[in-house]
């Protein structure tokens, strides 16, 4: 046990707070700048108090968008990355967890090759098969749709393996036990793995839709209708470097929404997160 | 009701190494069988072919009259009570034990009757709400006992139900075990390596060693005459002193109708021996002058080991505290008419 002193108590403080400053001052200048009009910022000058035009910035970013560079609103934009991370963390969790309920506990022919196979797929990210994915992706008329997407981005080798190993750590008398209760596969999967695949299922959920929501080259090689854009390519887009002023009041505003559902997935899950990546309940 | 009956079971494993290598017996309706043995003889092995958890490679297993080797483990008509409990951790013990009557298609009513009933006989109603975590290691261990026993049916399997509890706990349970089956008169079998619990248990006890069965008997039978070293030095604590003997020896002892000329083990169990004073041995009797090495007093009895002359380790078992003290001379005597005589590879009893 560490001594508790003042002074032994303040030091690891001011460590805190000064990384704290570091983190955070950024996010709190960009809020800032998105409560000011444009001529404000577009003057060079930036206020360490917010402004006073929150209200009407935030109405403007979310109905009605920036007035020359992009003409979808944000509030569109939301809804599309929503969509796409919600698909792909759900997609990612019902794929990935019925694979590994199927290599675990189940032998049949190629059970290794197919294991092999999957894990091999981690050492190729989409950026690697960017191309052979977007021409799949075109041929299916998957271009500017939801669909088009969200499922390139679900097959996950890493959560098959999470599962793996956690299915792994059940005690093989589980499954014993269920087989003599008269619990077949479908039955076991449903009334005792996922139950106790929860926590993980959660923690997975968390980083799996962070993963999704902050996508942003492939969401800008498949979409090219504005209706479509997710939120990040919207930011993008937004910051002209030609012959117009940036809105930068706006730019803010989205910056801070797209922060928003993420932080808010994290606050709201973070008990079952934390259990999730240090409890096992067995 | 019903027997269970092995014939021929053979367990071998991909990659060839054989748990059960033959093994035939019958355990009769209503019986308490104990199957006793050192780790890796393939008792549990034995345990998990008849509950349908691992398949027989050869021979067959009956349950009743019906050959039950092809048969899921659902539909054999057992209840396994697993060594780790292994009950769902999801699941509220009420929900535990009404699980498997709620996968046979149970009428609800009936699933509470039957829940509720086990629970009062194994007092755990109080806990039907709880979740195992929030048990201890006796309560888990009743509730799997009433996962078991909601089931009725026709045979009950125990694999080594009680190692994981506390020593005192352990006994108390041992009895309660006894008790339950003794008032549902369910065919039982039941793994252990405590050869205490074998003994405290079993109806029939079956020692098993390397995969094969070496004894089946009543327990006290089996403890008084056992028909192989092995058994001879696993059944009992301390285990029987076996001295190997030439065959001049083995004939001055008597009691064979023909002395091999290999000669023989002999085998005294602890209790079986006295400590008197150098050269005071009685006329005739087997007497074993020795080097005392060490005493164990454990309250209402002790245990001297000793250094034979002859050459070997003797163990003595002596009624209350009295021991001679560390290096000391004596003679350990033998009591009459209770030598087990073996042949020389230990595979066989010679006397009768």
């Keep these: 046990m560490v001594e508790r002193n003042r002074f032994g108590n303040l030091v690891p403080h001011l460590v805190l707070w000064i990384g704290i400053i570091i983190v955070a001052f950024p996010v709190y200048l960009a809020f800032v700048a998105s409560t000011y009009d444009q001529a404000t910022i577009a003057n060079g000058q930036m206020p360490l108090l917010p402004g006073t035009h929150f209200f009407e910035n935030y109405y403007r970013t979310i109905f009605i968008g920036t007035s020359g560079t992009t003409r979808e609103p944000v509030g569109q934009m939301l809804f599309n990355s929503a969509v796409m991370a919600l698909s792909i963390a759900l997609g990612k969790i019902a794929i990935s967890i019925i694979s590994a309920y199927a290599i675990v506990y189940f032998r049949f022919r190629f059970r290794m090759a197919a294991f092999w196979l999957i894990f091999i797929t981690l050492m190729l990210p989409v950026e690697v098969r960017i191309y052979p994915t977007y021409k799949i992706a075109a041929d299916l008329n998957l271009l500017d749709t939801y669909a088009g997407l969200a499922l390139p981005l679900i097959a996950s080798a890493t959560a098959t393996l999470l599962f793996r190993q956690f299915f792994m750590t059940v005690p093989e008398e589980l499954v014993e036990a269920s087989r003599i209760d008269g619990a077949g596969p479908f039955r076991f999967f449903q009334d005792t793995l996922l139950p106790l695949s929860r926590t993980n299922m959660a923690a997975l959920f968390v980083i799996l839709f962070i993963y999704g929501w902050n996508q942003y080259l492939w969401p800008l090689l498949i979409t090219t209708r504005d209706d479509m854009q997710t939120i990040v390519i919207g930011i993008k887009k937004m910051i002209v470097t030609s012959d117009a002023i940036t809105e930068w009041q706006i730019v803010m505003a989205t910056a801070m929404l797209a922060m928003l559902p993420p932080v808010a997935v994290v606050v709201l899950m973070q008990r079952l997160f934390v259990r999730g990546l240090v409890e096992t309940e067995k | ?352």
């Design chain 2, 1 to 352: 009701m019903a027997g269970v009956n092995f014939s021929d079971v053979r367990k071998v494993y991909p990659g060839g190494v054989e748990a059960v290598k033959g093994v035939t017996f019958d355990v009769p309706d209503g019986a308490f069988c104990v199957l006793v043995g050192p780790s890796g003889c393939g008792k549990s092995t034995l345990l998990r072919m008849v509950a349908g958890v691992e398949t027989v490679s050869a021979g067959a297993i009956k349950i009743g009259e019906r050959v039950v080797n092809d048969i899921e483990p659902a539909d054999r008509d057992i209840a396994m009570v697993f060594q780790n409990y292994a009950l769902y951790p999801h699941m509220t013990v009420y929900n535990n034990m009404a699980y498997g009557l709620r996968n046979r298609k149970v009428p609800k009513p009936e699933i509470d009757r039957l829940v509720r009933d086990a629970a009062k006989i194994l007092e755990i109603s109080d806990y039907l709400d709880r979740k195992p975590r929030a048990l201890s290691g006796g309560q888990r261990q009743r509730v799997a006992m009433g996962r078991a026993i909601v089931r009725q049916p026709k045979v009950f399997l125990f694999d080594e139900p009680l190692s994981n509890l506390d020593a005192k706990l352990r006994v108390s349970m041992r009895v309660e075990i006894k008790k339950l089956q003794k008032s549902f008169a369910t065919t039982s079998i039941y793994v252990t390596h405590d050869q205490l619990e074998a003994m405290t248990l079993a109806d029939m006890l079956v020692v098993m060693n390397a995969g094969l069965v070496e004894q089946i008997g009543v327990p006290l039978a089996v403890y008084e005459k056992p028909t192989t070293t092995f058994v001879a030095a696993f059944i009992g604590a301390p285990p029987m002193n076996l001295l190997r003997v030439q065959a001049e020896e083995l004939a001055g002892i008597g009691g064979l109708r023909a002395v091999p000329a290999e000669g023989g083990i002999v085998g005294i169990r602890p209790e079986d021996l006295d400590l008197a004073p150098v050269g005071s041995a009685p006329e005739g009797a087997v007497a074993l002058p020795l080097t005392v090495e060490a005493a164990e007093r454990v309250g209402p009895e002790s245990f001297v080991y000793g250094t034979l002359d002859r050459g070997g380790t003797v163990i003595v078992r002596l009624p209350g505290q009295a021991v001679p003290s560390i290096g000391e001379k004596a003679t350990a005597v033998a009591r009459h008419g209770k030598l087990h005589i073996f042949a020389a590879d230990g595979r066989k009893r010679l006397d009768s």
